[in-house]
C-alpha cells in the first residue's frame, strides 16, 4: 500500500491572541486541520469567528502564540520575518478582495512584481504570459485605474500565480465584484487550481462559492465548526 503523502498545509493545536487588556480577543484556539496537496477548502463563517486569520497563519503573514504551523514541508514556527517572506514568495500565492495593485503600475508591473523580487531575469516574459491567461493580453500597459473590478482582480490572479506556487490563498476573492463578474473570477481561479494542481485555500461569505470546493470548513469563535451546514469533516494535523 503507497503512503499517504503529507498534507501541504499542517496546522497543529494553534492559538493566536490579538489585542491588549480589555482588548484583548483570543481569536484562534487551538485548532487543528490539514489540507492535502491539490485540494480546494472553502473556510466560512460568521464575520469574527478568525477566518481571515486562519488564512494569514497559513500565508506566513501572522505569528501564532502556541501550535506548529507547516507549509508546503517547512515549519515557520521560529522563521525569521525575512525568511518567512522569501518562502512565501516561492510557495504562496495571495488575492486579496481589494486588489492590493500597485496604482502607478501598470498591469505587466504589477504582475513582474514579486518575480524581479525573487530575481527572475524572465520576470516580464513571465509577467505578460499570466497576464494573457487570465485574459489580459490586450491590456498589458493599463494602470489599474483604468481596469474594472473584475481587471483588476484578473491582475491580482496573474501576479499571484507569476512564481508558480504551490499554494493560491484568496481572502474574499468574490467580495467587492457584482454577481456576473464574481462567478467569472471564481471559474478562473478553479480553473486554474485545476490546471496547475495548486492547493486552492479561500475564504469567503459566500456559500455557493464555497461549495464549488472540495471540503468546506467552518470556523466559530476561533474554532471548528463541524456542526455548521455544508462544513466537512477536518483531519488534524
Known sequence: MLATPPPVIALDRIHITLGNG??????????????????????????????????????????????????????????????????????????????HLIPNMTALENVAVPLELAGDPQAFTKAKAELEAVGLGARLTHYPGELSGGEQQRVAIA?????????????????????????????LLFAKQSERGMTLVLVTHDRDL???CD??????AGELDLAAKGATEVPAA
Request: no cysteine; proline share 4%; glycine share 12%.
Open 210 to 212: 464555497a461549495a464549488r
Open 22 to 99: 480589555p482588548s484583548k480577543v483570543h481569536v484562534l484556539r487551538g485548532l487543528s486541520l490539514a489540507i492535502a496537496k491539490g485540494e480546494s477548502a472553502g473556510i466560512v463563517g460568521p464575520s469574527g469567528s478568525g477566518k481571515s486569520t486562519l488564512l494569514m497563519v497559513m500565508a506566513g503573514l501572522e505569528q501564532v502564540d502556541g501550535g506548529t504551523v507547516d507549509i508546503a514541508g517547512t515549519r515557520l514556527n521560529g522563521m525569521s520575518e525575512d525568511a518567512i517572506a522569501a518562502f512565501r514568495g516561492r510557495n504562496v500565492g495571495i488575492v486579496f478582495q481589494s486588489f
Open 159 to 187: 501576479r499571484a500565480l507569476a512564481p508558480d506556487p504551490a499554494i493560491l490563498i484568496a481572502d474574499e476573492p468574490t467580495g467587492n465584484l457584482d454577481t456576473a463578474t464574481g462567478r467569472q473570477i471564481a471559474d
Open 215 to 220: 471540503r468546506q470548513i467552518a470556523i466559530r
